[in-house]
């Protein structure tokens, strides 16, 4: 993933509080052979520590036809995309150019997860891993926990296979418009919000916050 300057985190804490926020992603798998990777989409639990990047948790059926890509090649890499719009050409149009002469782009937040799966098959390990998941997901209750041997889900435990992947790299970058004359990022942002499509709160959010730390910056 391409990361220009004015697109990377000004430090660890913007993305690992973006990726708190944002728990829905891609697991990425080398396949075997030649063949294609293999790429699921999962909830993922992402965790300060061990390690200086943490780690993340999720969990899959035991019947997905991944796990023999993943024990050949268990370094992976989890990609988290959300807060997109598409941006049209006239409203990136430089200051002064005809808006005929405007880019367009897209605006996004992206964080990728690079590390080495461990597959947990143990059940008291899968259980563990499950309580977790409902303490980020479900931190209200709700839900039973499971545990080994106990209704409901004790039974359930030997369908599914935990994954917890220790994150050994982060690759993370904010695209707001961040190359582009202050007044063409105040255009834009003023378009999201007349445009107000479904995700374009959320992009202007963005592109919002990121406009007031650099007009923080000396």
Same mark, same amino acid.
């Given at each position: ?7 990377? #985190? ?26 294609? #990777?293999?790429? &699921? ?37 989890? =990609?988290?995309?959300?807060?997109? *719009? ?10 002064? $150019? #005809? ?6 782009? =897209?605006?996004?937040?992206?964080? &990728? ?7 947990? /098959?143990? #059940? ?19 839900? $039973? ?35 582009? *004359? ?17 995700? /374009? ?5 963005? &592109? ?6 650099? /007009?923080?910056?000396?």
């Amino acid at each position: 993933m391409l990361i220009h300057p004015w697109d990377a #985190p000004a430090e660890d804490a913007e993305w690992r509080t973006w990726l708190a926020a944002h728990d829905f992603g891609q697991l990425a798998v080398n396949g075997l052979d030649g063949e294609p #990777p293999f790429v &699921q989409p999962v909830h993922v639990a992402y965790a300060t520590g061990p390690g200086a990047y943490g780690e993340a948790l999720l969990h899959l059926a035991r019947p997905n036809p991944l796990w023999r890509a993943l024990a050949a090649a268990p370094r992976v890499t989890l =990609s988290v995309v959300d807060d997109y *719009a598409y941006i049209p050409g006239p409203w990136h149009a430089p200051v002064g $150019a #005809p808006p005929e002469h405007g880019t367009p782009t =897209s605006y996004y937040a992206a964080v &990728q997860l690079v590390g080495v799966a461990h597959v947990l /098959d143990d #059940p008291e390990e899968k259980a563990e891993l499950l309580r977790r998941r409902l303490d980020h997901f479900q931190p209200d209750g709700g839900t $039973a926990r499971p545990a080994v041997g106990e209704e409901p889900f004790g039974r359930m435990l030997s369908g599914i296979r935990g994954v917890r992947i220790e994150v050994t790299e982060v690759r993370a970058k904010f695209t707001y418009g961040g190359n582009k *004359a202050r007044e063409v990022q105040r255009r834009v942002t003023g378009l999201l919000a007349r445009r107000d499509g479904p995700r /374009d709160r959320a992009a202007r959010a963005q &592109q919002v916050r990121r406009l007031a730390a650099a /007009d923080r910056e000396p």
